[in-house]
Every structure is written in C-alpha cells, then in structure tokens.
C-alpha cells in the first residue's frame, strides 16, 4: 500500500500516460467508444477502491493543492490557441450557427433536466451541468465546471460516461446523413457551405524543452495570481472564489493568445497531458459509489442530443442554414477539436478550418455555458 506523496504521484503519472500510448501504439478499436481519459478515470477509481494507496492527510493535501492549481492552468493554456480575430473572420452565417448550435443545447439540457428532475434529486443534477460544458467545450471545461459548483468527485464518472458514449452515438450519426445534404439544403433553400474561402489557423512548431518550462511556468504563475485575485472578488451561492479563480486565468489565456507569446509551440501538448493527469488525480478521490445511476444519465444525454438535433433543424430551416455547417457545429460543441476536422474534412476539404475555429470558441465559451446551465438547474431542482 502507498502512503506517501511522491509513489502517488509517480502512479497517477503512468496511468495518466497509459491509455493514449496504447491508443497511439495499436488503435484499438475501443478508443472510439470508451476514449483515454475515460478508462484512466476508471482504472484509477478501480485502484482506489482496491486500497493500493492509503487516503492519509497527505496524500488528501496532495490532491488538494493539485487540482486547485492544475486547472486554472490548465484552462490558461488551452486559451492560448484561441484567436478571436480568426474566430470573428468567420462571418455571420457560420457564427449563427454557432450561436443556435449553443441555444439548442441550452433548451436540450434544461428540458431534459425537467423530464427526469424526479430522479434526479438533491445535487444529482450536477452531473448534467458539468456534461453541459463539455458539450460546448470540452472535457477541461468539464472538470472546470465541477470544480466551480463543487461537484462531488464521485459523480464525475457519470458526467465522463455519458460523455464517450453519447458522442460516439452521434459522431457515427453525422457521418452517416452527409449523403442528406443535397435534400436537407434544398428543403432549407440554404446553399452549400462547401466552397467558403477561409485561411488556415496558425500551425504549431515541434515543443521543445525551452516552451515546456516556459509554458508550465507561465501557467502555475497565471493560476497562482488568479487565486490570489479571486480573494478579492465577491462571492454568491452560485459565484465562489474557486469560480473567479477559473474564469481569471481563461480571461488571461486569451490576452496572452494575442501576444507574441502565443507563437511559443507546446501550449496544446502540454494542456493535453495536464488534462489526463487532473482526471487521474480526480479519479483517485472517488469510488463506485453511484455507478448503479449512470443508464439514468446516459438516457439523459441521449434525450438533450434528440431535443438538440430537431431545435437545431428547425433553426436550419428558419436561417437557411446547409447540413455541412449543422453537423460541423454541432459536433464543434459535443465532440471538440479532436474530431471536429475530421467530420469537416468527410464533407468538404475547405470546411475543416471551420471545424477547428468553431471548437476552439467552444472552448472559450464551454466554461461559462455550464456554469450558466448548472444556475438554471440548482434554482429548478427539487429538494
């Protein structure tokens, strides 16, 4: 049994690597229904239910002190590749879309939330308000949601299941209606977004070990700093000092996007293994307790996605919105940066940029959506 910090922590690292190096290495095919960050999470409450560490004051501070300070860093370097001026070159049309896609799933989670509220007492509506920034965001708006409503550690589970499971569902449903395209533009007499001539978002230089330090750096000061201000800043029942926190180093994130800081390479590989290695962390908090609930929350998600997709073609038919520009947005929101491209790319080769800049304005936004949802949800929820 571990009962100090340093093997704990050497632990949480190797598992948090586990799962993408073997994604990387072989590709299994369960990858695309359970992802890395899913079966880390799992793995690690797994041996935290076995007692292969001890849950001692030290390893308690331990997790403390690195998750309050992990993902304000961690949301101040997925800020970095957000450039606004890009996202606002976009146009009107395709931010419409953007716009609807964020109304429609607003609308989906609040209703859904009302359908099952009578199972969902107490703080079991949680879950749905931290899925609800993802699915703007992504998982790091997830985990960032949690931390500002204090979640507890073991409902996240639910919140990352019915996350894989449910995108995958509609990942596989958008690829399947492009052949749609030609019937769905004419019924919405919208034309088709195929041919939009949009510049290439900036690309990234290999990381060195020079931006490591300077980017790891920069972050642990930015959430430091952030914490700090937050301590001035008045709270609420909904507003906590942790949330100022999160929301100061993303404002930071996106000043700094615009400076020349900004063509430092790394940012994103070192927010993605910082990502993993918060959900580990997390992961060794928590245990089974509540797992029994998770065909609920799945039947939840699958219900915000239905509402989502038919508010969605009703927008499409009233703004003349085409299919390609639907799917792209929708799946920008649910699915993020990762599988955004690759939807894009299936229909037109000039729309992924498209797919790129609209999931990182979802990053922007994921935070603030679920905070946003999770104030509706606390003021309906039952006792």
């Not at 947005?329 to 080769?349: D, F, K, R």
Request: glycine residues 8%; aromatic residues 10%; contains cysteine.
């Amino acid at each position: 049994m571990i009962h100090t910090v340093w093997p704990y922590l050497a632990l949480m690292l190797l598992v948090a690597g586990l799962f993408p190096a073997i994604e990387r290495r072989f590709g299994w095919k369960i990858f695309s229904v359970l992802p890395p960050i899913v079966l880390t999470y799992l793995l690690v409450t797994a041996l935290a239910v076995s007692g292969l560490w001890q849950v001692n004051a030290e390893i308690k501070a331990a997790q403390s002190m690195l998750v309050s300070h992990m993902v304000p860093a961690l949301l101040f370097l997925l800020m970095i590749n957000c450039d606004l001026r890009a996202i606002w070159r976009l146009g009107p049309r395709v931010l419409g879309v953007f716009a609807c896609t964020s109304v429609s799933l607003l609308v989906a989670f609040i209703a859904s939330f009302l359908i099952y509220r009578h199972w969902l007492p107490g703080n079991q509506w949680q879950p749905l308000a931290a899925l609800s920034g993802s699915w703007v965001g992504g998982t790091a708006n997830m985990i960032a949601v949690k931390q500002a409503i204090a979640m507890p550690d073991d409902l996240l589970a639910m919140s990352l299941l019915t996350d894989a499971l449910c995108y995958s569902m509609w990942v596989v449903v958008l690829f399947s209606v492009a052949r749609l395209a030609p019937a769905f533009n004419r019924w919405t007499r919208a034309r088709s977004s195929g041919d939009i001539p949009l510049a290439e978002p900036k690309t990234s230089a290999p990381t060195t070990y020079d931006s490591v330090l300077l980017w790891l750096g920069m972050a642990l000061a930015v959430a430091a700093l952030s914490g700090w201000l937050a301590g001035w800043l008045p709270v609420s029942g909904m507003v906590s000092a942790t949330t100022w926190t999160i929301l100061l180093a993303t404002g930071c994130g996106l000043v700094v996007a615009h400076t020349p800081l900004a063509r430092f390479p790394g940012a994103g590989t070192i927010s993605s293994a910082m990502l993993i290695s918060v959900v580990a962390v997390l992961a060794s908090q928590s245990n089974f307790h509540g797992i029994a609930a998770a065909p609920l929350y799945l039947l939840c998600g699958a219900t915000v996605i239905a509402i989502h997709a038919v508010l969605l073609v009703g927008f499409a038919k009233l703004f003349r919105f085409d299919l390609y520009l639907c799917g792209i947005s929708s799946l920008a929101h649910i699915g993020g940066v990762a599988a955004t491209p690759i939807l894009a790319a299936s229909y037109s080769a000039a729309l992924v940029p498209v797919g790129i800049l609209l999931a990182l304005l979802g990053y922007i936004l994921g935070t603030g959506f679920g905070l946003l949802v999770a104030t509706i949800m606390s003021t309906l929820a039952l006792p």
